[in-house]
């Protein structure tokens, strides 16, 4: 089962324009953390966020997070078409055999257009 | 080498047959995990280990599925008697610690099952 979803499940914008994902989940979670997977590629760690932080940067990115709706976001701004990309968000929830486990939603699929 | 090392990076198979997939973590990588994508999903998690030892196979689908780490660094999964509902990208991934903070992915293994 997945415990994050986002939305929306794909979105495309034109280059120079900010793109906003949404993720939400079910459980309490310890940090949430964004991935980006290229088209048949591995995944890539964007950033971590905890859940004693509301807000984050790294670069172009900005998360944020609202452990009381449990949900997050991620704002990438000035996109370049290097951004087209899936996005995943993943909390840890627990796995139910004694150990906290990474979990992924479906994913975000953006396309910046030139 | 530098990251996480997968092999094959695409196996074709017929229904059936017996499957090996090998992953080669990050150096000094303690933890490493095995997921699953299906198309157009997120990594659906399948195995753990801490060292040699699986610390949590909750997410193996049924006993066809296996995995080992016998000297705590290259993991092999294994897949007996496959199914074509097995056909998946099998991603490994690695971290410093059990902790749930960033895995460094590999670029996975195309398992295609006719």
């Known amino acids: 089962s997945q415990q994050g979803e986002e939305d929306p499940q794909a979105l495309s914008i034109q280059e120079g324009e900010n793109a906003t994902m949404n993720c939400s989940y079910k459980?309490?979670?310890?940090?949430l953390q964004w991935y980006r997977q290229n088209s048949g590629r591995g995944l890539v760690h964007l950033i971590l966020?905890?859940?004693?932080?509301r807000e984050k940067h790294s670069g172009r990115l900005r998360v944020t997070l609202d452990t009381s709706k449990k949900s997050s976001s991620l704002l990438i701004t000035a996109s370049r078409a290097a951004d087209t990309a899936s996005y995943f968000c993943?909390?840890?929830?627990?796995?139910?055999?004694?150990?906290?486990?990474?979990?992924f939603g479906k994913g975000t699929k953006l396309s910046v257009i030139p | 080498g530098a990251g996480v090392s997968q092999t094959p990076s695409n196996k074709v198979t017929e229904k059936g047959k017996y499957v090996e997939l090998r992953c080669d973590p990050i150096s000094g990588h303690t933890a490493l995990y095995w997921y699953r994508q299906s198309l157009g999903q997120g990594p659906e998690f399948l195995i753990y280990f801490q060292g040699t030892g699986a610390a949590d196979d909750s997410g193996l689908p049924n006993d066809r599925f296996f995995a080992v780490r016998p000297e705590g660094s290259v993991s092999t999964l294994k897949i007996q008697r496959t199914e074509r509902g097995d056909s998946a990208v099998y991603l490994c991934a690695s971290s410093f610690s059990s902790l749930t903070g960033e895995l460094f992915f590999g670029e996975g293994s195309r398992l295609t099952v006719l």
């Open positions: 993943a909390t840890d929830a627990y796995s139910g055999a004694g150990s906290y486990q990474l979990t």
């Open positions: 459980t309490s979670i310890n940090n």
């Open positions: 966020i905890r859940s004693n932080e």
